[in-house]
């Protein structure tokens, strides 16, 4: 410790302000760790080979790698070993859970993750660059997204292939009601004027109120690209392992478009015995109506009037009388197009407040899916971004693990680094450190003469004057 500390003075002495000061500290407190980094992992490397090679396992070589930690850049120096079948591998990698060709560490490679789901690839690599030991250009950080959100993927791709094959469904937590709502939002593909829809869902067990504020119970959230087919198969499997809902009165909304559509909700949510409600968002209706009546219409009170109070004679009515007002082939043909929605999708339009016998104690109309959407449209639809297939999934998939609190764990097993490994290195490091530990103190190095009964140069001879 004295060393270190009479090392800190002098960079404090020898700097002009404070500054100065804190930056060489930082450059100095990293030096000191990466050493003793590399000489705690070249011990564990140690203790692990003489382990496998009484498996029967052969020492090849030394070979080094180089893995990029929060606090700097380290030369790892593990051995490369043959098993008794002639397998290559290195050990002191297995028991790191470290993949081939890995350059960074599971903790930088989820941080980026987790920071370029709020910030550019670009604004993330400036920001570790500026704060972190780690140095890293923005392809990079594009391709940890990809690899971060592909273990996410593959979680729930495992999930849903355990429940598809299981004799029995799960046993979830039972609640009295499960609110889900579902939508899509479009982001620009790399592919000339082609979009991509992010499919996406939410589901939740009601509301919690803090004060006066309101904030959803237990949410839960599904994102993906790969289609409608897929996005509902994750729906249903998510809600099947998450809950009990034989006796569950689901309520749904969407907007009504094409993927959303009450038979969907239906399917997804097969399992409850009670009915599902699944109704309109009020939010598209009224955006619906705006965009076909304007803003300063004398027909539009009428009209919505006629919507809140679920009168289709008068509903129809009234949008029959403001057709006959028109001249402009466009103001009809917007017409048309919103009276074909809310008459598509009439016997959606309610309150579920008003269909549940009893409610919910803080019982809220729903709508929460359009805050929501902010998630991914705040982050991928900016300044002209444009998305692969493999780059948007690999987004929504980071994305929807953070809010899950499920993306770290997927990305742990991922790195084949399993619990009962873990107690097994915690064993390995133990026994480093009783090796490293001083049994007795040392005595110093004992002298010792070879006794010469020949001529100086015989072979005795010889093998004496070696060791003056």
Not at 319 to 347: A, H, P, R, V
Request: proline share 2%; charged share 30%.
């Amino acid at each position: 410790m004295k060393p270190i500390v009479t090392r800190i003075c002098e960079i404090i002495k020898g700097t002009k302000n404070s500054i100065e000061a804190e930056e060489k500290l930082t450059l100095y407190k990293d030096e000191v760790f990466l050493e003793a980094m590399t000489e705690a992992l070249e011990s564990l490397n140690q203790v692990i080979v003489e382990e496998e090679q009484e498996k029967k396992s052969v020492m090849k070589r030394k070979d080094e790698k180089n893995i990029c930690f929060t606090f700097g850049r380290v030369k790892i120096k593990r051995t490369l070993m043959h098993d008794a079948k002639g397998k290559a591998y290195y050990p002191l990698d297995e028991w790191m859970g470290l993949r081939r060709h890995q350059r960074y560490s599971p903790l930088v490679e989820i941080k980026v993750a987790e920071m370029a789901s709020e910030s550019t690839y670009r604004e993330t690599s400036r920001i570790l660059k500026e704060w972190t030991s780690v140095e890293m250009s923005h392809q990079t950080v594009g391709k940890i997204v990809k690899q971060v959100g592909a273990a996410q993927g593959q979680a729930d791709q495992e999930a849903m292939e355990e429940l598809e094959y299981a004799e029995s469904l799960p046993e979830g937590k039972k609640v009295d009601y499960l609110m889900v709502e579902a939508d899509g939002v479009f982001i620009r593909s790399t592919q000339k004027r082609k979009s991509r829809e992010v499919y996406h869902g939410i589901m939740y067990e009601g509301w919690e109120l803090n004060g006066e504020r309101a904030s959803l119970k237990q949410p839960t959230v599904i994102m993906t690209t790969k289609g409608n087919e897929a996005f509902w198969k994750e729906v249903q499997s998510i809600g099947a392992q998450k809950y009990s809902l034989e006796d569950t009165q689901i309520v749904a909304n969407s907007d009504g478009g094409s993927g959303y559509r009450a038979e969907k909700f239906r399917t997804a949510f097969s399992q409850s015995k009670k009915p599902v409600l699944a109704q309109l968002d009020s939010y598209h209706i009224y955006q619906s109506l705006s965009r076909a009546f304007g803003v300063q219409n004398p027909f539009k009170s009428h009209v919505r009037a006629a919507i809140d109070a679920h009168d289709k004679d008068a509903f129809k009515r009234w949008t029959d009388t403001y057709e006959s007002t028109l001249d402009d082939e466009k103001k009809s043909q917007k017409l048309k197009d919103f009276c074909t929605y809310i008459s598509g999708n009439w016997e959606r339009i309610f309150d579920w407040r008003m269909k549940v016998e009893k409610k919910p104690q803080v019982a809220r109309g729903l709508g929460a899916m359009e805050s929501n959407q902010r998630h991914v449209s705040f982050r991928m639809k900016k300044r002209g971004m444009h998305w692969s297939a493999a780059g948007a999934e690999g987004m929504v998939k980071v994305k929807q693990g953070i809010l899950n609190n499920t993306l770290r764990g997927a990305y742990l097993t991922s790195q084949k680094r399993s619990e009962r490994k873990q107690r097994q290195v915690t064993q390995k490091v133990n026994m480093v450190l009783l090796l490293q530990s001083k049994t007795r103190p040392s005595v110093g190095a004992k002298r010792g003469k070879i006794s010469l009964n020949g001529a100086n140069s015989s072979a005795t001879g010889n093998l004496a004057q070696a060791f003056r």
